[in-house]
């Protein structure tokens, strides 16, 4: 989809935002009729039935089907790193690079349980972002690459797209995106992240209201400009899948506090721009529950996890496949010959 990231400036990033398409709202309704009509009673799949309803206003099918999902992992540095806010050093982020590259990571395990192909995407990581405390993460020009470099990742003939991230020191700039968008103070949605100590928790929320306080003027109610100056490469990178995605009209499961915070920056441009968008769980980073409930969204799994890398994502397509397979090869009350709800 390489056409689709001929992007290089922030305006161009906006104007492609005011034309992006919606669900299909006759596959939509054709899928709901469908459902009532299973040999079921209306809604006993509960959540189930909802997403195979999703997968088809997306999908354009009154069958969603999903035989080829992909996994992408975007991967980067952050500058606020060398300050000391992560439990592990930088070097980390190549070093999990290669175990993902060679198969030995949580995210390759669950991608071979879902059929789902994994690739990952670098992003310059020998060179980091700027530390955001001092500096914006960013320049204009290299937050745009990033954004159309995470355009380019989603291909043709996906069903579903799963998100995933690996970057140390990214919760700093989850949290940092957060309290940028939503307000409060920083202390309202840092985290321990990798499972920092208290005094390392205390510098992460003190630096995160630094950069906050340094890049307010700049960010003049503009979410792309929030993303450009706290967040990070590999976050960008997400924004351009879930906008690629979109374009395409590919269903998007997002991982975590991380790959949520960097997907929430399209919502607070305009709400309808995760409605093909899904929380694949809720992290146990504090901020994650508050962030969903500000984007709408509930999260399909809550098991304590907080690994990033997809893990979460790829665990809930085993839930979007269950729904799309319920939906699509159960027998209707006529074609199994069973009586329907009494009048």
Known sequence: MSDMASISTLDEIRVL?????????????????????LTKPLGALGRLEDLAIWMASWQGKVKPQVERPFTAVFAGNHGIAAKGV?????????????????????????????????????????????????????????????VAYGMMAVEEGIDVLALGEMGIGNTTSAAAICTALYGGDAADWVGRGTGVDDKTLA???????????????????DP????????????????????????????VVLD???????????????????????????????????LMENIGQKPLLDFNMRLGEGSGAVLAIQLIKAACVCHSGMATFAEAGVSGPAD
Request: proline share 4%; with cysteine; charged share 20%.
């Open 203 to 221: 510098l992460k929320t003190e630096l995160i209201n630094q950069g906050i306080e340094l890049h307010k003027p700049t960010f003049t109610g």
């Open 86 to 146: 992560s439990a592990y050093p930088t070097e980390v982020t190549s070093q999990m690079v290669a175990n993902f590259i060679h198969g030995g990571a949580a995210v390759n395990q669950l991608c071979g349980l879902a059929d789902s192909d994994l690739r990952v995407y670098e992003l310059a990581l020998d060179e980091p972002t700027a530390d955001f405390s001092e500096a914006a993460a960013m320049t204009e020009d290299d937050f745009v690459k990033a």
């Open 17 to 37: 935002l005011k034309d992006l398409p919606g669900p299909n709202r006759e596959a939509a309704k054709a899928a709901e009729d469908r459902q009532s009509q």
């Open 224 to 251: 792309l400009q929030v993303l450009r100056c706290v967040g990070g490469l590999e976050l960008a990178a997400i924004v351009g899948a879930v906008i690629a995605a979109r374009l395409a009209r590919i269903p």
């Open 256 to 290: 975590g506090y991380t790959c949520t915070a960097a997907a929430a920056v399209l919502h607070a441009i305009d709400d309808r721009l995760l409605d093909h968008c899904i929380v694949g769980h809720q992290s146990v980073e504090p901020g994650h529950k508050s």
